[in-house]
């Protein structure tokens, strides 16, 4: 059931997005793109159907073009980079990749208005890390190294431009939004989760250079992994956005899968993300929300949050494998057994978008292609979250 309905939703996807069809002006979005991408992927491991793999390398060629030019709407155009074609389509990450809104970019001189910043076009540095998420995948399960140097080239340009240091001697700090071009910021303030993000991101690809020795031997990331460590020092992660804590959860995950398969240390305590995990989901919890009518909530937050809860499950099995580490999960409480309590939440999440009735809720449709991307992701988790290489696939 959930194999066919993962499908039915990633077909209706492809089309209505204008993946395939030539006729229409693909409608493309980078942080859907992503999960869309990983989608398509786990389609193809568990049915070997190379139309999904085909489909997967489609979006990325699509995304590449669309969103790492400027727009049609903007006087500029060509590769956001700078770079000519040739090198442009070589390189194509190399000046970021685009988020993909309506709205132009907020010019130097406008004025800032909160609520209308939200609806302009930039980047996202959160956006981008997806991204480069998307891409480990498809490198994974293809054995092309492009892919990968791709992504690492989207992580140094993405980081020479959105982090900066306020203070001689003081960690730096990080960007919100950036303008098309990286040329200036458009939204000063930080994101919550943007250094660790960022560092556990950088410290996959890191982790992976080896498997792409060949492409990808000039970019090492060293510099951007210990600027991200100082960033995450002292850190408390909690939040009471749903999306954010699914996000916690994941990267979590992430963390104790490279601390258990690699080399990379990253100085982050498991104990300690759990803990501010915990904290995220007792405050959704009490928040009500699962009590609201659909008008009144917001899918694709809350399947961020049912996705992240699904990588819960899968660092449960990754701790059987470690007894070392067992034996911290008893001495600090049995932190995954208390998260036990909100392995449900996800089942709850999913039957409840899955129902036609609230997918006639204006907030449903308003965010459609976010919102049925995302409810694939949760009900096909595993594209996303683990790294299947192609011996595997």
């Not at 942080?31 to 989608?39: E, K, Q, Y």
């Not at 498991?270 to 803990?275: D, N, R, Y």
């Not at 911290?328 to 909100?342: H, K």
């Given at each position: 059931m959930q194999h066919a309905t993962t499908r039915s939703i990633m077909n209706t996807f492809a089309t209505s997005t204008g993946l395939f069809n030539n006729s229409r002006l693909p409608r493309r979005y980078?942080?859907?793109?992503?999960?869309?991408?990983?989608?398509?992927?786990?389609?193809?491991?568990?049915?070997?159907?190379?139309?999904?793999?085909?489909?997967?390398?489609?979006?990325?060629?699509?995304?590449?073009f669309v969103l790492g030019r400027y727009s049609n709407d903007d006087p500029r155009s060509g590769w956001i980079s700078g770079l000519d074609e040739q090198d442009g389509y070589e390189h194509p990450t190399g000046g970021g990749l685009r988020i993909g809104k309506q709205l132009a970019e907020r010019e130097p001189d406008d004025p800032f208005d909160d609520r209308l910043e939200w609806e302009r076009d930039g980047q996202y540095f959160h956006y981008l890390t997806k991204w480069m998420q998307a891409l480990t995948r498809v490198a994974a399960i293809t054995g092309e190294g492009c892919y990968h140097r791709w992504a690492l080239e989207l992580a140094r340009a993405a980081h020479a431009s959105f982090t900066y240091k306020p203070t001689v001697g003081k960690p730096g700090r990080m960007y919100w939004k950036m303008s098309v071009d990286l040329a200036r910021p458009q939204v000063?303030?930080?994101?919550?989760?943007?250094?660790?993000?960022?560092?556990?991101?950088?410290?996959?690809?890191?982790?992976?250079?080896?498997?792409?020795?060949?492409?990808?031997?000039?970019?090492?990331?060293?510099?951007?992994?210990?600027?991200?460590?100082?960033?995450c020092v002292g850190k408390n992660w909690a939040t009471d956005d749903p999306l954010g804590t699914g996000n916690l959860l994941a990267d979590t995950f992430r963390l104790a899968r490279l601390t258990a398969g690699t080399d990379i240390r990253v100085p982050l305590e498991?104990?300690?993300?759990?803990?501010d995990c915990e904290a995220g989901l007792d405050a959704f919890v009490k928040s009500g929300t699962l009590n609201l009518p659909p008008e009144h909530r917001l899918a694709f937050r809350e399947l961020g949050l049912s996705i992240g809860l699904h990588a819960v499950d899968r660092l449960r099995d990754l701790i059987r494998h470690q007894p070392g580490w067992l034996a911290?999960?008893?001495?600090?409480?049995?932190?995954?057994?208390?998260?036990?309590?909100?392995?449900?939440?996800?089942?709850?999440?999913e039957d409840f978008w899955l129902r036609p009735a609230h997918q006639q809720a204006g907030t449903w449709r308003d965010h459609l292609d976010i919102n049925t991307v995302m409810l694939a992701t949760s009900l096909a988790p595993d594209g996303y979250l683990q790294i299947h290489h192609a011996s595997t696939a």
């Open positions: 980078l942080w859907t793109d992503a999960f869309a991408v990983c989608n398509f992927l786990e389609l193809y491991r568990q049915t070997s159907d190379e139309s999904f793999l085909q489909t997967a390398s489609r979006l990325v060629e699509q995304v590449h000063t303030s930080m994101g919550h989760h943007d250094p660790l993000d960022a560092l556990i991101t950088y410290a996959e690809l890191q982790a992976a250079n080896a498997r792409y020795a060949g492409a990808t031997a000039d970019i090492d990331l060293t510099k951007e992994i210990a600027d991200c460590q100082a960033m498991l104990t300690s993300l759990l803990s911290v999960e008893e001495a600090n409480g049995g932190q995954l057994q208390r998260l036990d309590q909100f392995s449900h939440l996800s089942d709850l999440i």
